[in-house]
């Protein structure tokens, strides 16, 4: 059984930086996109940043391009987000997923498997 743990998830203040993790256990982590997603309170889950197993390509939303970094080690079947210059709008539960089909990575029907998420909370 596919399953997908988030880590690394707190309260830091504006400007800061933080780095989740997402470790994966039950698939063949190198052939799967993995991607991170956000939802704030009151609002519908959003696209962060995938990475694609096979080729490596990496994509991110514009309002986290510059400051996050998505990042893997298939070795250990994990998968980074660094976060830096964080600002109050990330406060966020952020999720990975993994998917091993699929061709708009930014959309979050094509995955298959999530984590539980991991809080995220910036203060201004």
């Known amino acids: 059984q596919a399953q997908l743990v988030e880590s690394g998830g707190g309260l830091v203040q504006a400007g800061g930086s933080l780095r989740l993790s997402c470790a994966a256990s039950?698939?063949?982590?190198?052939?799967?996109?993995m991607g991170w997603f956000r939802q704030a309170p009151g609002k519908d889950r959003e696209f962060v940043s995938f990475?694609?197993?096979?080729?490596?390509?990496?994509d991110y939303s514009d309002s986290v391009k510059g400051r996050f970094t998505i990042s893997r080690d298939n070795a250990k079947s994990t998968v980074y987000l660094q976060m830096n210059s964080l600002k109050p709008e990330d406060t966020a539960v952020y999720y990975c997923?993994?998917?091993?089909?699929?061709?708009?990575?930014?959309?979050?029907?094509?995955?298959?498997?999530w984590g539980q998420g991991t809080q995220v909370t910036v203060s201004s």
């Open positions: 997923a993994a998917t091993r089909s699929g061709l708009v990575f930014k959309d979050l029907r094509v995955y298959n498997y």
């Open positions: 990475i694609v197993g096979s080729s490596g390509r990496r």
């Open positions: 039950g698939v063949t982590f190198s052939i799967h996109t």
